[in-house]
Structure formats: C-alpha cells, structure tokens
C-alpha cells in the first residue's frame, strides 16, 4: 500500500511518500482503508519532537521524556503519522462484533498515529465509531482530536447555561470545537484568534470575535465566568481582573509554575485556575457524532492535499495562514 513514512526529524521534507506492506487486522482489529486525515498539532509536533526541549514542551516537564520515549529520543519509533481519520472497513479480525465490512466510521489513534496511509489497523475497543452521516470524511477526519479534546476539558468546569466563555485560541483545533461545544452547552462564547481567522471563527457560532492582534482582552473592562486558554498564552495575573468573582482560568497547555497556581487557588480564593488533561473515550465521540448529526456541531476544512503530497500539507501549516482545517486525502 501506499502510505507517508518519516524515518528522521525534521523539515516537511522528511516525510516520504512510499510504499510499505499491507497490515493484517489481528482478531479484534478491523482493516480499514483510510479516505481522510487530518494534519493536526500533534503531527508537525512528532515530526520534529527532536528539536522539542523540556523548556519549548507545552506541557510540564515530567510529561517530556515519556513523550520523547514514546515518539523516539533520536529518531522516530513512530514511522507513520496521523492520528484522526475517517474511512471504511474493509475486513474485520473474527472477534470483532460491533463493525462491519462496508461501515464508513471516523476516529482517533491520538499518538498512535498511523493514518497517513491507505489503510491502517484499528482495533474495536480503540476510538472509532460509524461516520456521521451528513458530513464528508474530509470534514469528519477533523472532528475527533480538537472535539475530543475541546470536550473533555469543557466538562472539568461544569459551565452552566448563560455564562460567558472566552476561549483564547479559538481557531485552532481544539478552540474552534471548544466555541461549538461551548455553544451547545448554553454558553455566550467570544473568541479569541488572529485577523484572517476572525470570519472563521464568527462562522463557528461565537458570539463575539477579539483579534488578539490588535485587542488585548484582559483590557475590554468584560468580565467572564471561564476563560479558557489554549495555548496558554495568557496568565493567570492578566486574566484575573477579566473573571467574574467565581471564574475559572482553564489552561489546555500548562507547566510548572501553572500547576502550582492550580494547587494555591484550590486551596485560597475564588477564583480558580484549572489545568487539566483530556482523557478521550469512544462514548465522547459517538455524542460528538450525535451533536454533528443534529447540526450543532460543524467543521471547515481548508485544504485538502493527496496522500503523496502530505509533506506539502505540513508546510502550509507552518506558513501560519491555515484557516481551518488541513486534511489529507488517501
Ligand atoms: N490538555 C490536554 O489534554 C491537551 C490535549 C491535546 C493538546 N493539548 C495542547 O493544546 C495545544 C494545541 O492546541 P491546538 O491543537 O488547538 O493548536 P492549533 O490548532 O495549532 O491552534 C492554536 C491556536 O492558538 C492561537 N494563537 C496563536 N497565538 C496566539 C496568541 N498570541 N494569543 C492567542 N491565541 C493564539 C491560534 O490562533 P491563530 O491561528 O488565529 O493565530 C490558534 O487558534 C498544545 O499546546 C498541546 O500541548 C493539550
């Protein structure tokens, strides 16, 4: 089959469009040929983890040498990327009883990975469930990780109907999910992105857009109930006064010195500060699916690039000037 292989870090350049042999499903795996992936955040992150430091790590320092082992310390263990992927299932392993041959699904191998291929194995109890029916597998490959994500970190903090949300990142994966989900859950959303993104994410639902360019949101005088912050690229200290006197400050990316925050405001003051990590669950994407299905939650694909030309893909990423989603196509 067809597939993209890395066998070093590096620029786009390394990833190789090839040919490699077909896997096998085992008895609880399902074969399934692959028609979209997304190329998300955690795929341009592998692809050069080598350059990744404790200090340039988004996440505390404890969590870098797992994920340096897991990915590979000097070159990658993980030959083929792509975590979040639709298609369908072209054979099913005997023990396998809940999927069929011929069933169009969507799903999310998070660092796994796998997907930038014609087929990948899956295995039943993993995160896979039936496509929606009313979006593309374009659309659906970019619906799991920011979803997923943007789900499980929203039900940390139990948002209540009428409260104001402000999500600072709320073009990127994660973000425009969590305006969507937000939404759903009765919240008045502003977002937070850049100027060529502020359509996008209006087009998503949130109520108000801040081009983080120009406006600084902790100085608009607005008060929110959470402010969830994706990349981290606030602080606690700047967002305090932009927090109702019970508001929560959710940190999707967080270090040390954030965990600490999180200890000290559970223990004195109101206003809390929330680090938390997404444990993702096949229950969670087959609601997502349900909410897609009834139309309250949607995706904008960008661009879409043919499997062999994945390594173009992941340079338009890096040029900054995606709005949506890039996705590839096997
Ligand atoms: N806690 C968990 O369990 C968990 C799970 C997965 C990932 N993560 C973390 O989530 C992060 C990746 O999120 P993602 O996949 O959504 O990334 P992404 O798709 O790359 O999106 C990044 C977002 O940040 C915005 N941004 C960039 N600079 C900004 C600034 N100065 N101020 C405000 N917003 C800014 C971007 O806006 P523009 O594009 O409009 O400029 C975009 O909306 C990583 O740090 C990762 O470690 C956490």
Redesign the pocket.
Known sequence: MKAVVYTKYGLPDVLKFTEVAKPTPKDNEMLIRVRAVAV??GDTLARHFNEISPRKF??PIFFWLPARLVFGLNKPKINILGSEFAGDIEAVGKNVTRFKVGDPVFGYRGPKMGANAEYVCVAESEIVTPKPSNMSYEQAATVP??AL?AL??LRKVKLQPGQKVLI????????SYAVQIAKLMGAAVTG???T??LEFVRALGADHVID?STTDFTQNGETYDLIFD??G?SSFARCKRSLTPKGRYLL??FKMPQLFQMLRTSLFGRKKVIC???GENPDDLRQIKEWVEQGQIKSIVDRCYPLEQTAEAHRYIET?FKTGYVVITA
């Open positions: 998300n955040f988004s996440m990780y920011g994500t499980n970190l600072n990142g709320a073009s990127g994966a994660i973000g937070v992105c850049g060529p993104r983080y994706i990349l690229k999707a990316s938390a990590l997404s900054g």
